[in-house]
């Protein structure tokens, strides 16, 4: 009898299941989705298959808020509010962009032309 030659899919990978339902996601799989151990994944069954998905408890396009460099920034803002100081008052949103134009040494008027305001 001959032996049947399989053929691999290289893009599919087996992992067992272990005691109380352990499984392990292959390396590569978890440097792919910058998994890290503690991350949450979202189990759901699906046309008969298990599917995970990483949980972001932030969604993607807030996640800049959450940036080290920014929350070091919303710290430094509740401090002063904690100390009684308090921002420059504009009367309008116009009043607002130029003041901000200014401090970034940007002309308000080339930026409004360029965003068709």
Do not use: N
């Amino acid at each position: 009898m001959t032996a049947v030659k399989r053929r691999r899919r290289p893009h599919l990978v087996a992992t067992p299941l272990r005691k109380k339902g352990v499984i392990t996601i292959p390396q590569d799989i978890r440097d792919q989705l910058d998994l890290r151990e503690g991350d949450q994944l979202v189990v759901a069954v699906e046309d008969g298959r298990i599917v995970l998905t990483p949980a972001s408890v932030v969604p993607d396009d807030q996640a800049w808020f959450w940036s080290p460099e920014w929350q070091a920034k919303e710290r430094e803002v509740e401090e002063a509010l904690a100390e009684g100081e308090r921002g420059e008052v504009h009367e309008d949103g116009a009043s607002l962009l130029r003041t901000l134009a200014d401090d970034a040494g940007l002309d308000l008027g080339e930026i409004e032309k360029r965003a068709d305001v």
